[in-house]
Nanobody, 115 residues
Framework: EVQLVESGGGLVQPGGSLRLPCAVP????????MNWVRQAPGKGTEWVST????????NYADSVKGRFTVSRDNTKNTLYLQMNSLKPEDTAVYYC????????RGQGTQVTVSS
């Protein structure tokens, strides 16, 4: 079973930034496409971003395009999500996942954007 450990969440003001790491220990990390998904209170899971095995290709949901950047360090088995220009509607629990539906995800990290 894959272990996915997100961190880096917190409370941030609108317009602020956060960087979320996701550690994936003991896993053939570099062999897998990786994803970020999020779930806001009372809502379903929303796909946020996907990154290819090498990190050379990325895709983003329209709601975060131009503000969020996904990256990975295959030597450290770690996935990242840099979030800039945060908005209140970005408030959610963020998960890294091995699939775009978030079926296999970590425990998540809470991001709250509020003044």
């Amino acid at each position: 079973e894959v272990q996915l450990v997100e961190s880096g969440g917190g409370l941030v003001q609108p317009g602020g930034s956060l960087r979320l790491p996701c550690a994936v220990p003991g896993f053939a990390f570099g062999s897998y496409v990786m994803n970020w998904v999020r779930q806001a209170p009372g809502k379903g899971t929303e796909w946020v971003s996907t990154i290819s095995r090498s990190g050379g290709r990325t895709n983003y949901a329209d709601s975060v395009k131009g503000r969020f950047t996904v990256s990975r360090d295959n030597t450290k088995n770690t996935l990242y999500l840099q979030m800039n220009s945060l908005k209140p509607e970005d408030t959610a629990v963020y998960y890294c996942a091995t699939d775009s539906n978030g079926a296999q995800r970590g425990q998540g990290t809470q991001v709250t954007v509020s003044s």
